[in-house]
């Protein structure tokens, strides 16, 4: 094998090394958000509980995935792919609340 062949190749598996001190401020970042996850469920926000809880909850993913996954420091396509996967996530919760909304109210149910 040729001496650049294998240069490139450990460029390729070259693995990026995060400071432990951001690893102590993710963590910190995320325990706050599950104290404000914690305060949110106790406060009555009416229609917008869901939504509250559901932005909490996709911020701690967004710092799980970016920091402790990598995907942050790793190659851009794996955030493609990601990025692909959860819009078409959407893509059904959307569907799935517009079918939810148009159903007709038969006899009190909905």
């Not at 040729?2 to 400071?19: V, Y």
Request: glycine share 6%; net charge neutral.
């Amino acid at each position: 094998m040729a001496h650049g062949q294998h240069d490139n190749h450990e460029d390729a598996q070259h693995h990026h090394i995060i400071p432990f001190n951001i690893y102590i401020k993710v963590f910190s970042a995320l325990m706050c958000l599950t104290i404000l996850t914690v305060f949110a469920a106790q406060i009555n926000f009416g229609a917008w509980n869901t939504v509250i809880a559901m932005l909490i909850a996709s911020i701690k993913a967004g710092l799980v995935l970016s920091f402790f996954m990598h995907l942050k420091y790793d190659q851009k396509i794996y955030a493609v792919i990601f990025g692909t996967g959860l819009f078409f996530l959407l893509v059904l919760f959307f569907f799935c609340n517009l079918d939810l909304m148009t159903r007709l109210n038969v006899d009190g149910i909905i």
